[in-house]
């Protein structure tokens, strides 16, 4: 028996998820996503090829915005996943403080340092190599420092009186030196190699050198040296590159009648701007005597300008007069990523790391299946 070949109108029905007034309908409830019984669904590259599109909508160094066209929801939340908790960079693993009279504990500051974005040369974290913890059953067991797996920083800041500030002042960073201990105040001391990888604009710091570490007043003194290892977000959420990562999937909205006058204003009033344009009727449309238009030249009619924008609060479904005029749906095979970066890469490049992880995970799956076949 041949295979079923659904139409064009069904395929595109199919890539909907309708929203309701109270209810999402439309859901697959395949055994496999995106395959239905009697129909040849055979995976086939060339078909991938052109159904797969990728648009960017928004591209600086800490926020991009891309949508990805064509794929399955099951891949397109691995590289969200794979973002967030597999892509490596470096943070403050080891904290060890000399000398800490702020008022901040000392578990509490190291807290807060581990916390600090920092970023470097993206050659340099791609040389740097992975450091292994001992056990507590073989301390030895563990990785030995080294300038490819340790970055050595340093914060030594002491609070003392400002002897040229005005008798008068009462703010605190103007009558005391150091007063306020900054992310900036941190030193890299590269070692070894570090120099060649992680030098001038490359250099390992502070992501933002106007993070407040701790206000100290005079007397008060901090001084600690701190290892940052490489890490991922899995381990801990210090190491993720990103701050955000997200999709969602195109808004699909469909006048099915049309809506004309002030109607057409209360419905643009439904969707965020932009949305919804309203444009006049024109004579051509008015004459068709087998329209609503009919006899409405001149009038504005409410037509779908930007989907994209729109938030699918569903408002238009409330009102009644918009009943049976619009139906609102999402494409399920549009996933509209937003992905915010914290500074190690730039925010473009965190999608093409997490597409490497991904090969990665493939090649050793690969693997592992032919040495199962053997």
Not at 1 to 15: G, I, K
Not at 33 to 58: I, M, T
Not at 289 to 298: C, K, Q, R
């Amino acid at each position: 028996m041949a295979p079923l070949v659904p139409s064009h109108e069904v395929l595109e029905n199919r890539r909907i998820v309708n929203i309701n007034p109270e209810t999402v309908s439309n859901i697959p409830s395949t055994d496999f996503p995106g395959h239905w019984p009697g129909e040849s669904h055979e995976w086939s590259l060339e078909k991938f090829r052109n159904g797969f599109q990728v648009e960017f909508h928004q591209n600086k160094q800490f926020d991009a915005s891309f949508s990805l066209i064509g794929l399955d929801a099951a891949i397109a939340n691995a590289f969200r996943r794979i973002v967030m908790a597999e892509v490596p960079s470096l943070a403050i693993e080891t904290v060890y403080i000399h000398n800490n009279t702020s008022v901040i504990q000392d578990e509490v500051l190291a807290q807060r340092l581990g916390l600090i974005p920092f970023k470097g040369s993206v050659d340099g974290l791609n040389w740097m190599r992975w450091h292994t913890k001992s056990s507590d059953d073989d301390p030895s067991s563990g990785s030995s420092l080294s300038d490819y797996n340790t970055v050595v920083l340093r914060l030594d800041v002491e609070c003392t009186k400002n002897p040229n500030a005005s008798p008068d002042e009462e703010d605190p960073r103007k009558l005391y030196k150091n007063a306020h201990v900054y992310a900036k105040d941190i030193v890299f001391h590269p070692v070894g190699r570090q120099e060649e990888y992680f030098s001038g604009e490359g250099t390992f710091q502070p992501v933002n050198p106007d993070i407040l570490i701790a206000k100290l007043r005079p007397g008060q003194k901090i001084e600690m040296e701190m290892h940052c290892f490489k890490g991922i977000g899995a381990d801990h959420a210090k190491f993720s590159p990103v701050a955000t990562a997200t999709y969602r999937l195109m808004p699909d909205i469909k006048i099915l009648r049309p809506i004309i006058g002030e109607d057409a204003k209360k419905f643009a009033k439904c969707f965020p701007k932009g949305v919804i344009a309203l444009e006049p009727i024109t004579t051509e449309e008015a004459a068709q005597s087998n329209t609503e238009y009919h006899g409405h030249a001149g009038e504005l009619k409410a037509v779908v300008r930007d989907p994209f924008n729109d938030t699918v609060s569903r408002e238009c479904l409330r009102h009644e007069e918009f009943q049976g005029k619009v139906r609102l749906g999402r494409l399920r095979d549009h996933f509209i990523f937003n992905i915010e970066s914290t500074g190690q890469y730039n925010s473009d490049h965190l999608f093409l790391e997490s597409v490497k992880v991904l090969k990665l995970k493939c090649a050793r799956w690969k693997r592992g299946l032919t040495d199962l076949m053997r």
